[in-house]
């Protein structure tokens, strides 16, 4: 399952229009989700910031497999979902 962020928007410096929270588990929340675990606002921003056209995902999953923070630590999560249902409502959804 390919992103729908494109390389050209994460070269630009784009900005969220607005912004929800999630109301119930998806694939896309479990990837939001792991986006702000690791202090970004989702894949675009994470492009953005590290410079990077690809994010490691799962093949099987097609959820995010490793993720670099700012200070350079890396991230590492499960091919399992690893968002549960009480976390869900944190998740915040923003649309460009």
């Known amino acids: 399952k390919k992103s729908e962020v494109s390389g050209v928007m994460a070269k630009a410096d784009i900005q969220p229009k607005s912004i929800h929270h999630a109301q119930k588990w998806s694939d896309e929340i479990e990837n939001l989700y792991r986006f702000q675990q690791a202090g970004y606002r989702d894949e675009v921003e994470y492009k953005q910031v590290k ?4 994010v490691e995902c799962w093949p099987e999953t097609g959820f995010v497999k490793k993720l670099q923070r700012r200070d350079n630590t890396f991230y590492y999560y ?4 690893e968002c549960e249902d009480k976390e869900v409502h944190k998740v915040k959804v923003y649309v460009y």
């Not at 499960?78 to 979902?81: E, L, M, V």
């Open 51 to 54: 410079q990077v056209d690809m």
């Open 78 to 81: 499960d091919k399992q979902r």
